[in-house]
Antibody
């Protein structure tokens, strides 16, 4: 079955760029039909959808983060990535990658990775 | 403040049934059948339990069911078991530019 795994630095300094990669196994991003999303969860809080990318490279971002977010895909590596610029302490969260249908469900999710923004 | 409103907590005894509500607007829950429910155990990733209001993914026990009336969706868990103790989140498609909105989450305690 499809599995997702996030990777990247767990600590980022304020004003720098957060970069994470999601590696997909057990299925191909290029097969189409699914949208590949990033979702975050602030400590002890609810979930916030960040954005998605389709295998073709088309993207859609949450307007609240759009000015700072870039999601890209590397189909040759079966990976997609998140870049969030000009981070502050408010961006400290567990970041999840997930497969889904646009505007619909998310399944499965990666295990999540905690990113702390601190100097 | 989350776009969808859920009770902060619910509780029930083993074997009982509980219902968690998720209230939105006609721009999200009430306007579309794209409501999903997720179960999250501490330190774990969310797991899809219900999609498109009332559909269960393969492997999810039929003790879990979903429904919708107007702007409120509901998740019902019957025959409560200890392992059902977790946080539950609803989500919905929204016609706003946000595309997807989540509820604030409900902590289920099995007494």
């Amino acid at each position: 079955q499809v599995q997702l795994q996030e990777s990247g630095p767990g600590l980022v300094k304020p004003s720098q760029t957060l970069s994470l990669t999601c590696t997909v196994s057990g299925g191909s991003i290029s097969s189409g039909g699914y949208y590949w999303s990033w979702i975050r969860q602030h400590p002890g809080k609810g979930l916030e959808w960040i954005g998605y990318i389709y295998y073709s490279g088309s993207t859609y971002y949450n307007p609240s983060l759009k000015s700072r977010v870039t999601i890209s895909v590397d189909t040759s590596k079966n990976q997609f990535s998140l870049k969030l610029s000009s981070v502050t302490a408010a961006d400290t969260a567990v970041y999840y990658c997930a497969r889904g249908r646009t505007g619909d469900w998310f399944d499965p999710w990666g295990q999540g990775t905690l990113v702390t923004v601190s100097s | 403040q989350s776009a969808l409103t859920q009770p902060a907590s619910v509780s029930g005894s083993p074997g009982q049934s509980i219902t968690i509500s998720c209230t939105g607007t006609s721009s999200d829950v009430g306007g579309y059948n794209y409501v999903s429910w997720y179960q999250q155990h501490p330190g774990k990733a969310p797991k899809l339990m219900i999609y498109e209001v009332s559909n269960r993914p393969s492997g999810v026990p039929d003790r879990f069911s979903g429904s919708k009336s107007g702007n409120t969706a509901s998740l019902t868990i019957s025959g409560l078991q200890a392992e059902d103790e977790a946080d539950y989140y609803c989500s919905s498609y929204t016609s706003s530019s946000t595309l997807v909105v989540f509820g604030g989450g409900t902590k289920l305690t099995v007494l």
